[in-house]
Nanobody, 126 residues
Framework: QVQLVESGGGLAQSGGSLRLSCAAS????????VGWFRQVPGKEREVVAA????????RYADSVKDRFTISRANSRNTVNLQMNMLKLEDTGVYYC???????????????????WGQGTRVTVSS
């Protein structure tokens, strides 16, 4: 099974930027729909952005539209999340998730995905 590893998390100031990456262990990842989710203590994991296997379809949570950009480089088995104009409420643990049902549109719930990374922590400070 494909394994996913996130990187790029860390500490950023409000208004700053971070770039998260999700690297997959196998080339079959190119056929996966991929989502980035965020989780904060006491709340359920929520989708931030998602992208279809070919990059043609993307979706974003309203809270990150025009600030975050999801993209993928299938030649390198990676999906990135560029986060600009960070806000305090962007703080959380970010998870990369994969869905091998390429014909599906990018889903917005955790049940739409069956492969998960271990998460990377993002902390935004004022």
């Amino acid at each position: 099974q494909v394994q996913l590893v996130e990187s790029g998390g860390g500490l950023a100031q409000s208004g700053g930027s971070l770039r998260l990456s999700c690297a997959a262990s196998e080339g079959s990842f190119r056929q996966y729909t991929v989502g980035w989710f965020r989780q904060v203590p006491g709340k359920e994991r929520e989708v931030v952005a998602a992208i279809s296997w070919n990059g043609e379809i993307t979706r974003y949570a309203d809270s990150v539209k025009d600030r975050f950009t999801i993209s993928r480089a299938n030649s390198r088995n990676t999906v990135n999340l560029q986060m600009n104009m960070l806000k305090l409420e962007d703080t959380g643990v970010y998870y990369c998730a994969g869905d091998d049902r390429a014909w599906r549109r990018p889903g917005s719930t955790t049940s739409d995905y069956d492969v998960w990374g271990q998460g990377t922590r993002v902390t935004v400070s004022s």
